[in-house]
């Protein structure tokens, strides 16, 4: 599976930005997929998650009520909707595909390019 993340840009505190992630290769479907990111001279931390049926979803508590994950299994796509961007959201934005139920960054088997989000305050 290849992924490719799309949808990073500069945007003031209080905006919004939606982040795409294509997928390549076969078996999309079976994945878990999930969101990453990683903020200068900080470690990679878990974003939100996405379980195959669609219908699960996890989030990191620091940006409950404010991301909302989803996927497009016939588009072989997963996305971020982001709103009420904080300055501390500002990180490389990565997605990756599971084939586990989990949201440790090392039980992910791919991963795409980041993106980059900036929030200004």
């Known amino acids: 599976v290849q992924l490719q993340a799309s949808g990073g840009g500069l945007v003031q505190a209080g905006g919004s930005l939606r982040l795409s992630c294509a997928a390549s290769g076969r078996a999309f479907a079976t994945y878990r997929l999930g969101w990453f990111r990683q903020a200068p001279g900080k470690e990679r931390e878990f974003v939100a998650s996405?379980?195959?049926?669609?219908?699960?979803?996890d989030y990191a508590d620091s940006v409950k009520g404010r991301f909302t994950i989803s996927r497009d299994n016939a588009k072989n796509t997963v996305y971020l909707q982001m709103n009420s961007l904080k300055p501390e959201d500002t990180a490389d934005y990565y997605c990756?595909?599971?084939?586990?139920?989990?949201?440790?960054?090392?039980?992910?088997?791919?991963w795409g390019q980041g993106t980059l989000v900036t929030v200004s305050s």
């Open positions: 996405i379980r195959r049926s669609a219908i699960t979803t």
């Open positions: 990756a595909a599971s084939r586990l139920d989990s949201n440790l960054p090392n039980e992910y088997d791919y």
